[in-house]
Structure formats: structure tokens, C-alpha cells
T-cell receptor, first 111, second 114 residues
């Protein structure tokens, strides 16, 4: 079945690194995505990773993919208060045109 | 250019009434998606349009929910005889052609059924 799981909450101190984890079920997914949702707003694509990669770095963001364990993580370096939001991972199963989203992880950054 | 827009931004209605939610996708985006986000929940897929046709309606929760898209652009999601459990944020996204599949989301419509 299609199921993407994330922990619900993460709290970190400003300046520390944040690591948000996600497990997915469909090994046929070609791309895996991270979206960010700020309060009162829609979702915004942060980054994505192609399934034949195991790491992607984009400025403060590092995505790690472990295909064997179907585990995806997003690391935010030097976390800032502006990073406080809900982070969703999503998979795109092969031969479907939809994204399957996780439940979202609410990241709270405190000074 | 303009992003995905949705209207109304907020809607309060009484149980049993019908509501219509509107989505204006980004110009040129052929694919359009509707999702529902309930409090504390992830995004629940409702329906997907490719052009004016809906290849996947599997997420519509009941026959009270329907959606249409005209002219390959604007889409409306209609909920008939609303129930309190329909209260949620309804998000629309449109997709640029090609891979990776990048969905651009609107700000959502917050629906409260009293």
C-alpha cells in the first residue's frame, strides 16, 4: 500500500542542525520530495532527490536517501527561526500522476 | 507570473448547505490536483485533472464531493450537504510539464462547517 510516515514534532535550538525523517513504502518512486508549509500558506517545494541518488545538497539543506530501508531524511544546517514550519515528504509512485504525502513534521525553532 | 490562487480564502457554512471552492492554476499547467488537509493530518489526495478530464477520482470521500474543470484552467470543488467532518483546509496544486513532478500549491480554502 501507499503510506508515508513522519514523526509529528521536532524542536531545536536556533543555530543547531535539524534532521527530519521519513519512511515510504513504494520502491518504484522515481523522485522523492520535501515540501515546506508555513503558517496559513500552501506548500512550497523545498528540494527533491532522484531515486538513483543517495545524497543531495542544496545550500543549508541535505537530503539523504536510503533506498534499501526506504528512508528519506532532510537535514537543515544552522536552523533559523524562519525555518519553523511543517515539513512534508512525498513520494511519486511509478505510473501514477499523484504525490503521496506524509503527515508532516512540525519544526519549532527556539532561540 | 501569478501563482495558484484559490477562493474564497475562508468559508464558514452551516451543516447541510452546499459549498463551492475555486482554484485558478498557473497558466499553462495542464495538471491540477485537489487535496484536503485536516487538523493534525497530512494531505489527503482528493482528485486529479489532466486537462479537463479526471483520470483519478479515487480520493473523493463520498458522492457528496464532486469537481470539474473547464477550459483546461479553472477548477471548482463542490461539496453538497456539508457535514462537520468536512471542515478542513482544501488545497489546490497545479503541475508544470516534465519531470520531476513539481506541484505548485495555492494558499488553500479554510472551510468550517458549523
Amino acid at each position: 500500500g501507499e503510506d508515508v510516515e513522519q514523526s509529528l514534532f521536532l524542536s531545536v535550538r536556533e543555530g543547531d542542525s535539524s534532521v527530519i525523517n521519513c519512511t515510504y513504502t513504494d520502491s518504484s518512486s522515481t523522485y522523492l520530495y520535501w515540501y515546506k508549509q508555513e503558517p496559513g500558506a500552501g506548500l512550497q517545494l523545498l528540494t527533491y532527490i532522484f531515486s538513483n541518488m543517495d545524497m543531495k545538497q542544496d545550500q543549508r539543506l541535505t537530503v539523504l536517501l536510503n533506498k534499501k530501508d526506504k528512508h528519506l531524511s532532510l537535514r537543515i544546517a544552522d536552523t533559523q527561526t524562519g525555518d519553523s514550519a511543517i515539513y512534508f515528504c512525498a513520494e511519486s509512485p511509478h505510473n501514477t500522476d499523484k504525490l503521496i504525502f506524509g503527515t508532516g513534521t512540525r519544526l519549532q525553532v527556539f532561540p | 507570473g501569478a501563482g495558484v490562487s484559490q477562493s474564497p480564502s475562508n468559508k464558514v457554512t452551516e451543516k447541510g448547505k452546499d459549498v463551492e471552492l475555486r482554484c485558478d492554476p498557473i497558466s499553462g499547467h495542464t495538471a491540477l490536483y485537489w487535496y484536503r488537509q485536516s487538523l493534525g493530518q497530512g494531505l489527503e489526495f482528493l482528485i486529479y485533472f489532466q486537462g479537463n478530464s479526471a483520470p483519478d477520482k479515487s480520493g473523493l470521500p463520498s458522492d457528496r464531493f464532486s469537481a470539474e474543470r473547464t477550459g483546461g484552467s479553472v477548477s471548482t470543488l463542490t461539496i453538497q450537504r456539508t457535514q462537520q467532518e468536512d471542515s478542513a483546509v482544501y488545497l489546490c496544486a497545479s503541475t508544470s510539464p516534465g519531470l520531476p513532478e513539481t506541484q505548485y500549491f495555492g494558499p488553500g480554502t479554510r472551510l468550517l462547517v458549523l
